[in-house]
């Protein structure tokens, strides 16, 4: 060895791969030891062979014609690209390899080094992860960063309809719709970016596109795949209609036993009856969580005599349970307040239905307003704060006192009353309006009253004000955790027109009576002959009962609201009348009667002197 080839021997020992040198007529000139342990011979039995004694006798008519074919181009490059090569040991062993040709010019001409390297690992894990792509439940698509397609399966095949032969080496936009083309190769490109295996397009409805043209919802989870010659993108795609048509089912199938719970509790809840004189304006949500039913109810309660009940309530909990027991509650207190019973006595009334109700608690407020006093009453079983809004916009929290919710028992349930400006607005409301995950009711309190205090002065009409309160509170009513209910009540803004007279407790009233409701329907307009006739002839029957059954004076009063005109009977005994059926010969005993068939709705009421009676008919135009 001369001292010039010594570097070069080094270099070639020192080589990772097995270096076989050549000369032009493929004898072999040098080894390393890489390759006597490659091949499985000694170095000496290797010099002077030809080539051929390493290549599978398949193989060796075509091998000189490569090594002439290289001799010619002489460049660095791998042989046989694009073909299988095999090494061939001295056991007869074969094994795949891949080979890399560089020319040598020496002084006795031109020698080829061949890098062979074992790829036996190699291919063996290529043809586990081919036999895992083929084994995946979904279709696999593999590109590069191009978009080009590199591999696909079976599954993809029969997903798509097309050939695996079709697919290698197209665009895989060839799989998506059209119109989904322009923005595909755009999220392609980010994900190239950002390389996570994560869904593709989450929030996104995505689509594939059959060979026929047929398209078919589908997910897509992507995954890089790192490799010799660089980052590809395997997309494992799933057909998902089987499961959207399920989940459409469901949908309907939801959305229609939540129209059947919101149509029952909407039954139980009722429809407020229409006060005249005193515009409402309500609001409900049901919750969009589970059934979407629940417990809130309010309700509007003529109570006559310009006397109306307001009451709303929450029962605790949410479902067919608390809709069930709402719906109770609700007739429960629309009964026990047409009696005319007191806001106090009430609540004890309710905290009695509610105690006999297995684990259920209950929130609720009831007000009873005299609008020709002025005057509010109010009793709170531990409901959220009314709010009163000035004429002139000022909004405050109803300072009345809160006791416990219903259903605790044995605590007394404390009323009081207030003075209110006419013109004045009440809004009353539930917890789902005010209440948020994590936030503090105090704050959403005062931001309620704000909202109010705002609206009350920018905005004319309730039904706008409501849907402001509600948009300011609840920017996303779609999407509330808890019913909403929300109703406002706005007072009069002038005294109602009335007039009363007080009589002495005597046979004689009643044709005074008489004298002076005739009187005061000439100087309303209304004497009309049927509606005076009719108006005598009722009033008549509730003075003779209070001059003939109660003791001290009588006072008659009558009220013209908008197109209503109502009667009301006082005197001083607490006894309230119960209407009875005469016999066919008696000649007194169906006064009553007669009072509940003729006007348009009547009713009695406790007083703190003693009761009132009272009956109201629609004037002249309002007959229904």
Avoid at 5 to 23: C, N, S
Avoid at 429 to 453: K, R, S, W
Wanted: net charge negative; glycine share 8%.
């Amino acid at each position: 060895m001369t001292t010039t080839e010594e570097p070069f021997r080094a270099l070639l020992e020192a080589a990772p791969d097995a270096m076989v040198i050549v000369d032009d007529t493929g004898m072999i000139r040098l080894v390393n030891a890489q390759t006597e342990a490659l091949f499985g011979y000694p170095r000496q039995e290797l010099l002077g062979r030809s080539i051929d004694v390493l290549v599978p006798e398949r193989f060796r008519g075509v091998h000189p014609r490569h090594r002439l074919g290289y001799a010619s181009s002489r460049q660095v490059r791998p042989m046989g690209a694009g073909l299988e090569l095999f090494g061939l040991c001295r056991d007869g062993r074969e094994f795949p390899v891949e080979i890399s040709l560089s020319p040598l010019q020496t002084a006795d001409g031109l020698l080829i080094s061949a890098a062979v390297r074992d790829v036996s690992e190699r291919k063996a894990a290529d043809a586990l992860f081919r036999a895992l792509l083929e084994a995946a439940p979904d279709a696999m698509v593999i590109v590069d960063d191009r978009g080009t397609i590199q591999l696909v399966n079976a599954q993809t095949e029969a997903l798509f309809g097309h050939s695996r032969s079709d697919l290698l080496g197209r665009p895989v936009e060839v799989l998506v719709p059209e119109r989904f083309r322009g923005h595909h190769s755009a999220f392609r490109q980010d994900y190239f970016v950002d390389r996570q295996v994560r869904p593709m397009g989450a929030g996104l409805e995505l689509r594939g596109l059959c060979e026929d043209g047929h398209e078919f919802p589908v997910e897509i989870s992507l995954s890089p795949l790192e490799t010799p010659d660089g980052t590809l993108v395997s997309a494992a795609i799933r057909d998902v209609s089987d499961r959207k048509a399920a989940e459409d089912t469901l949908a309907e199938l939801y959305e229609q036993q939540r129209h059947v719970a919101l149509t029952l509790q909407r039954s139980l809840m009722g429809s407020p009856s229409e006060v005249p004189g005193m515009p409402t304006a309500s609001r409900y949500f049901p919750a969009r969580q589970g059934a979407g039913v629940g417990g809130d109810w309010f309700d509007l309660i003529p109570l006559g005599g310009g006397r109306v009940g307001v009451m709303i309530g929450d029962v605790m909990g949410r479902g067919l349970d608390a809709a069930a027991v709402m719906g109770q509650l609700r007739s429960a207190s629309h009964a026990l307040a047409k009696t005319g019973m007191p806001p106090w006595q009430l609540m004890r009334a309710l905290d009695a239905v509610v105690s006999e109700l297995p684990d259920q608690f209950v929130t609720c407020c009831y007000l009873v307003v005299d609008v020709d006093a002025a005057e509010l009453t109010v009793c709170s079983a531990g409901h959220l704060p009314v709010l009163l809004a000035a004429p002139n916009g000022a909004v405050t929290r109803l300072a009345a006192d809160v006791s416990v919710p219903l259903g605790v028992g044995e605590v007394p349930h404390h009323e009081s009353r207030h003075t209110v400006e006419p013109g004045s607005v009440l809004a009353l409301y539930t917890d789902g309006l005010v209440e948020t995950p994590g936030g503090d009711i105090e704050e959403q309190l005062d931001c309620l009253a704000l909202a109010l205090a705002k609206t009350r002065v920018d905005i004319d009409g309730l039904e706008g004000i409501a849907d402001c309160l509600l948009g300011e509170m609840l920017p996303d009513a779609d999407d509330n955790a808890d019913d909403v209910t929300l109703l406002l009540v706005h007072l009069p803004d002038a005294p109602v027109t009335s007039r009363s007279i007080v009589l002495p407790a005597e046979p004689r009233s009643v044709a005074e009576g008489r004298r002076f409701l005739r009187a005061t329907l000439v100087v309303w307009g209304s004497a009309d002959d049927q509606l005076c006739d009719t108006v005598c002839l009722l009033a008549s029957e509730l003075l003779s009962n209070a001059v003939s059954h109660s003791h001290g004076p009588v006072r008659l009063r009558m009220r013209q609201v908008e197109r209503e005109l109502s009667v009301e009977v006082c005197d001083g005994s607490p006894v309230l009348p119960q209407a009875r059926f005469a016999s066919h010969d008696a000649e007194s005993g169906r006064g009553l009667l007669l009072v509940d068939s003729l006007a348009e709705a009547w009713g009695t009421l406790p007083t703190s002197e003693g009761k009132a009676v009272w009956f109201s008919l629609p004037l002249p135009g309002l007959r229904r």
